[in-house]
């Protein structure tokens, strides 16, 4: 049965008017199984879409009527702990394709969104990271912006906590900051206490991110794939780990 029919028959289940069935119905109709999701997934889903709240061991008793219904299957990957949940017009191997390529990802999200990290930008970076948490994985073109957009401002912020904002002004555009290629030079440039913003390490590596530069970032015309940004997110994570330890 296919996924567009999966879903009508979902529709058509006779479910109590506001039961937590019926919030699993309407992430079913929505698209939300139509790539693989762990229960944490389906309970923040759920949590940030109707404001309810489901413990994780609650979940497989919902999931039974659709899981019967033939509606929904659960996958197990063996290097993860607990079920995958996917419509069930994917066939095992497909999913099991697309649950690797999460793990990947999960991987990525865990250094990207620590505890540390996050403590060592402050507060200055919230509005960032969480649209780059809502993003991140979604939207590759929002997602380019808001890295290009962190690592711009993380390096000017720590410059100037050093008294070294002046080294990123633009000497042509009164007013106005250089651009990142240029912050990128001259964060390997300077150093305090003897120690760059940037090893020249990182700034080679992200120096070459297509779509961290310059040209990508003001053509309208370019969009970017988040397959683009996976394989580059550990540089990024990196540049980012190195400055912010100057804030």
């Not at 191997?93 to 990802?105: D, E, N, R």
């Not at 060592?120 to 997602?143: I, M, P, W």
């Not at 002004?169 to 009164?174: A, L, M, P, R």
Request: aromatic letters at 8%; one cysteine or more; glycine letters at 6%.
């Amino acid at each position: 049965m296919s996924a567009k029919n999966l879903k009508d028959k979902a529709s058509q289940l006779p479910l109590q008017r506001g039961s937590k069935h019926e919030l699993i119905q309407k992430l079913i109709v929505s698209g939300f199984f139509d790539t693989p999701k762990t229960t944490s997934e389906l309970i923040l889903e759920i949590r940030q879409t109707f404001g309810k709240r489901l413990r994780s061991n609650e979940i497989q008793t919902y999931m039974k009527k659709f899981m019967e219904a033939g509606i929904i299957r659960a996958v197990h990957d063996k290097q993860s702990r607990g079920n995958f949940w996917i419509l069930a017009s994917m066939d095992k191997s497909k999913a099991a394709q697309l649950i690797g390529k999460s793990k990947k990802v999960q991987e990525i999200e865990h250094d990207l969104f620590s505890d540390g990290l996050l403590k060592k930008l402050g507060k200055d970076f919230d509005v960032e990271f969480t649209d780059l948490q809502h993003n991140f994985d979604r939207s590759g073109t929002c997602t380019a912006f808001l890295l290009r957009k962190i690592l711009e401002k993380l390096i000017y912020l720590a410059f100037a906590k050093h008294g070294l904002g002046s080294k990123l002004e633009d000497k042509v555009q009164i007013g106005r900051l250089v651009g990142l290629e240029s912050m990128i030079s001259t964060a390997v440039l300077e150093k305090v206490s003897g120690i760059p913003f940037l090893t020249s390490k990182t700034a080679r590596e992200i120096r070459g991110i297509k779509f961290l530069g310059d040209a990508a970032a003001h053509n309208p015309l370019t969009n970017v794939e988040m397959k683009t940004i996976i394989p580059q997110m550990p540089f990024i994570i990196t540049a980012f780990e190195e400055v912010a330890k100057k804030m």
